[in-house]
């Protein structure tokens, strides 16, 4: 959607800008929710498996 919305403001020089901008932010954005929930599940595995060790 976002590249949708790009591509129709492309011809408008001041939104345009501003849509490049907001594009940017939401992949940069996207990205670290991404790297945040894979090193939360790391994590979450990792405490997991120090429990399971313990119990045996």
Do not use: H
Not at 31 to 44: K, N, P, Q, R, Y
């Amino acid at each position: 959607m976002a590249v949708t919305l790009w591509l129709v403001t492309i011809w408008i020089p001041y939104l345009n800008i501003g849509t490049t901008i907001a594009f940017i932010t939401f992949v940069v954005m996207f990205v670290l929710f991404v790297l945040a929930a894979s090193i939360a599940m790391a994590i979450e595995a990792s405490f997991w498996k120090q429990l399971k060790d313990n119990v045996e």
